[in-house]
């Protein structure tokens, strides 16, 4: 473990800590959006046209104490709201929690766990004073290789959903304002500020705003709109996506703000639905010029955008504020972002730690398990070996820039995504105490000297061998990490991981594999007869070691799935990164595994793949059906309720826990992909206990998209329900009519 020491300014301020911890733990219940909009008319009303900017416009990258600051005004009062990242946690701040990335919290398949991730998370941003997180994000894994998609969930629009709907709602409850981003299809780093992604109405409602429309119905307060351009026209200046989609289809009542330098424009900005433009400058250089402020204000008295917009967009900001209730005991604002060694010591870690710890166990997914080579009993064992860089913290690299380095263990991906760990548990600490004083180790971080990794490999009971695969956001003026901007080339391991694997399992009978990647990855050696287990930690944050071995030595049974297919075949996915600047969605609704169903093609890992200590039966699906029929035809199915149950018995050795798989085919009119994910649940059981799950889907997850009508319509004809352990491990299907 390695722990960072503190600054002699971090203790002189020790005494400010126990004062912002008593604040951390208030919850609240945020307003409705009508209450909200009621309390906010009467301050807004007060206000000058110069005051209602001045809450729209940022003060400009570095002239703040977060990395987004609004202006404040006086008579009538109003602060300056503090805008901060990141979708993990307190990103540019000491004495926060670094806990898994969103991919993981996917992978949990745990809306519990993934609420609490989200409730700690808001109590950190709160006891620093931050009104907004910037998260959770929800751009998809529509190619394998995206360089952020670790810090969202995947490739699966439901998935995606639930983890942006609990996540909003557990942040908010804490009295912090959640951002859904990026909005929209923002899939890829490479040429984000120039290309156009463009996508069908169809493919973009039922897979790319799914989430979004999820977040406005937890009551989201901001959305931030994307650099990249959506068929032809910037995300900022869109009207099509910002007024008659989000703020109209969906209703979504709060402000939208600009990705940090996403904003292009004045009066087409304004006018097209962007409330706020970040971080205020126009290239993000520290200055103070804006499109917003007084060229606003300009456009405003020149009649290019009209008073009532510069209102509505007051409104917007002001309603959100209030609507968590941040007129009431805010915490002031004791982040210095980009001056740490002067910044305040204010910890709020709590006991987060430990629902860290809990979450990265609960997010590992066993992928192979030959032999129940998992768990291992430390009372029977004398020996093993741990092996690779990836199983060790390097110290000097552990808070680089935005971790934007590689060469030790990966647990987290690069960039404004991430957070300064407070330690790191590294797997080489974490395994050694869940051995004990009476297994010896044996360790080498050289990936690359194969003999020497062979020979600390031979002759030990276990051989682990750790590799990893790293992406990140693109970020200007940056160094290369590894020769990569932020979307990975391949899909290779990086520091010679194939060729390390290789070298450890001729050597050892009883391999075991551990990888920390943001994404998928290629594996020749996964038929290697000596590979007995590959153990899929993703990037389980600062805890990375105590969970990866809590899962070891079976003191957690593993219960994480897999949020995205790994192929066997780099070319067997269905899009890649493009160098073009036009980017044509040409999968339409194939994305992930739905690409593999239609196409048949054979996945290593299937989504929703992952196993367990423990083994469960399925039985006695039963399905009920009830639609409601248009009164002007019959032929059109205006409403409808599935109802299904199924029985679930761990038949296994020991307790764990089973996620439960529901997949919908519709019928063949509706053209759709030929399954997808529209329920999940996971229930824990003891030994020989069983439980009825319960499944009800409604009109939301039993429409498509109607591109005649611009609506949603439910198809009528046939349905199949299937119930499995992944979307290629059905146990049961029924059919139903509606």
């Known amino acids: 473990m390695y722990l960072p020491s503190l600054s002699t300014t971090a203790?002189?301020?020790?005494?400010?800590?126990?004062?912002?911890?008593?604040?951390?733990?208030?919850?609240?219940?945020?307003?409705?959006?009508?209450?909200?909009?009621?309390?906010?008319?009467?301050l807004v009303g007060q206000m000058s046209l110069e005051q209602k900017v001045a809450i729209t416009t940022g003060i400009g990258w570095k002239n703040g104490l977060c990395v987004g600051n609004t202006y404040p005004i006086t008579n009538p009062d109003f602060p300056s709201l503090c805008l901060q990242d990141a979708p993990l946690g307190v990103r540019m701040a000491n004495n926060v929690t670094s806990g898994v990335s969103g991919m993981n919290a996917a992978a949990s398949f745990d809306k519990a766990a993934i609420r609490a991730r989200a409730e700690y998370m808001g109590q950190e941003f709160r006891g620093k004073g931050a009104h907004v997180q910037l998260g959770p994000a929800m751009n998809f894994m529509r190619s394998p290789n995206s360089g952020r998609a670790w810090e969202a969930g995947g490739e699966d629009p439901y998935l995606m959903g639930v983890l942006a709907a609990e996540t909003v709602k557990g942040i908010q409850e804490q009295g912090v304002i959640a951002t859904a981003k990026h909005f929209l299809l923002n899939e890829q780093e490479l040429n984000r500020h120039l290309s156009s992604s463009d996508v069908d109405s169809r493919t973009l409602h039922e897979i790319y705003l799914w989430p979004f429309a999820r977040s406005v119905e937890a009551g989201v307060g901001s959305v931030m709109c994307s650099y990249n351009l959506a068929n032809g026209t910037y995300a900022c200046e869109n009207d099509y996506l910002m007024n008659t989609v989000l703020k109209g289809e969906l209703g979504f009542r709060g402000f939208i703000q600009s990705d940090w330098g996403g904003t292009y424009s004045t009066a087409k900005a304004a006018n097209n639905g962007l409330d706020m433009t970040m971080p205020g400058d126009l290239n993000m250089e520290g200055g103070t010029n804006s499109w917003f402020g007084k060229n606003l204000t300009d456009a405003v008295n020149a009649g290019e955008v009209s008073?009532?917009?510069?209102?509505?967009?007051?409104?917007?900001?002001?309603?959100?504020?209030?609507?968590?209730?941040?007129?009431?005991?805010?915490?002031?604002?004791?982040?210095d972002s980009f001056h740490l060694d002067i910044a305040p010591f204010v910890d709020v870690q709590g006991d987060h730690k430990k629902l860290v710890r809990e979450m990265g166990a609960a997010s590992n997914v066993l992928l192979k398990n030959e032999k129940n080579a998992l768990p291992i009993d430390p009372k029977k064992i004398k020996k093993i070996s741990i092996i690779g860089s990836d199983s060790a913290v390097n110290s000097s690299l552990l808070n680089c820039h935005n971790h934007a380095c590689t060469g030790h263990t990966l647990a987290a991906g690069w960039g404004s995504g991430s957070t300064y760990f407070p330690y790191i548990v590294d797997p080489l600490s974490g395994l050694a105490d869940a051995f004990g004083k009476d297994v010896e180790i044996k360790h080498t971080t050289n990936d690359w000297d194969l003999e020497t990794a062979a020979e600390t490999a031979k002759d030990t009971?276990?051989?682990?061998?750790?590799?990893?695969?790293?992406?990140?956001?693109?970020?200007?003026?940056?160094p290369l990490v590894a020769g990569t901007v932020g979307d990975r080339h391949n899909l290779s391991l990086w520091h010679n991981g194939d060729n390390l694997i290789k070298a450890v399992a001729d050597a050892n009978k009883n391999t075991i594999v551990v990888i920390h990647a943001v994404g998928p990855v290629m594996m020749p050696w996964i038929d290697h007869p000596n590979v007995k287990a590959v153990l899929w930690p993703g990037l389980p944050g600062q805890e990375t070691g105590n969970s990866l071995a809590d899962i070891v030595v079976g003191k957690v049974n593993p219960s994480g799935r897999l949020p995205y297919t790994i192929a066997k075949k780099e070319e067997d996915y269905g899009a890649t990164i493009s160098e073009d600047l036009v980017i044509p969605y040409e999968e339409r609704l194939l994305m992930g595994y739905k690409w593999f169903d239609q196409a048949n093609i054979e996945p290593l890992f299937p989504f929703g793949h992952g196993l367990s200590y423990a083994k469960f039966n399925y039985s006695k699906l039963k399905v009920k059906a009830k639609a409601s029929k248009s009164k002007d035809n019959k032929n059109i199915v205006s409403d409808a309720t599935v109802e299904a149950s199924i029985d679930i018995r761990n038949t296994g050795p020991v307790a764990g826990a089973e996620v439960v798989q529901a997949y919908i085919s519709f019928p063949k009119s509706a053209g759709s992909?030929?399954?997808?994910?529209?329920?999940?649940?996971?229930?824990?059981?003891?030994?020989?206990?069983?439980?009825?799950?319960?499944?009800?889907?409604?009109?939301?997850?039993?429409?498509?998209?109607?591109?005649?009508?611009?609506?949603w319509v439910i198809p009528s004809g046939q349905f199949t329900l299937h119930i499995g352990a992944s979307s290629r491990d059905i146990r049961k299907s029924a059919k139903f009519n509606l």
């Open 307 to 335: 008073d009532e917009r510069a209102t509505e967009m007051a409104m917007r900001i002001v309603s959100a504020w209030y609507k968590m209730k941040q007129d009431k005991d805010f915490p002031e604002v004791t982040l």
């Open 461 to 478: 009971d276990y051989a682990f061998v750790f590799a990893n695969s790293n992406s990140g956001e693109e970020i200007t003026g940056r």
């Open 673 to 711: 992909p030929p399954k997808q994910l529209r329920g999940f649940e996971k229930i824990f059981l003891e030994k020989s206990k069983s439980e009825t799950v319960d499944f009800k889907f409604d009109k939301t997850e039993l429409s498509i998209w109607d591109t005649a009508t611009e609506s």
């Open 11 to 42: 203790i002189t301020f020790l005494v400010v800590a126990s004062a912002a911890i008593s604040l951390v733990e208030a919850k609240i219940e945020p307003l409705s959006w009508d209450e909200a909009y009621a309390k906010a008319e009467t």
